[in-house]
Nanobody
Framework: QVQLVESGGGLVQPGGSLRLSCAASGIVFSVNGMGWYRQAPEKERELVAAISSGGNTRYADSVKGRFTISKDNAKNMVYLYLQMNSLKPEDTAVYYC?????WGQGTQVTVSS
């Protein structure tokens, strides 16, 4: 059974940093890469960053140079990370981890002074 569990969200001031984590079990990373998405109130869910099975990364233009996606493996788990620096109020959203058609429950990121 595939399960994705995000953590690391919270309230941070503009210019601050957060690191999101996603613990993934039951996935086959070599089949599909993984990604981070976000959804702000009254907006559609959008891709923030993705990493392919070959390790290639891509980012939304709005986060390039500020966010970094990475992954790690341990035993039967895959861990996906999103390092977010220089956060802006417009980064406020629920952030979701994704693999294939599977989504995590989301973690709230709020950037506010």
């Amino acid at each position: 059974q595939v399960q994705l569990v995000e953590s690391g969200g919270g309230l941070v001031q503009p210019g601050g940093s957060l690191r999101l984590s996603c613990a993934a079990s039951g996935i086959v990373f070599s089949v599909n890469g993984m990604g981070w998405y976000r959804q702000a109130p009254e907006k559609e869910r959008e891709l923030v960053a993705a990493i392919s099975s070959g390790g290639n990364t891509r980012y939304a233009d709005s986060v390039k140079g500020r966010f970094t996606i990475s992954k790690d493996n341990a035993k039967n788990m895959v861990y996906l990370y999103l390092q977010m620096n220089s956060l802006k109020p417009e980064d406020t959203a629920v952030y979701y981890c994704n693999w294939a058609h599977v989504w995590g429950q989301g973690t709230q990121v709020t950037v506010s002074s």
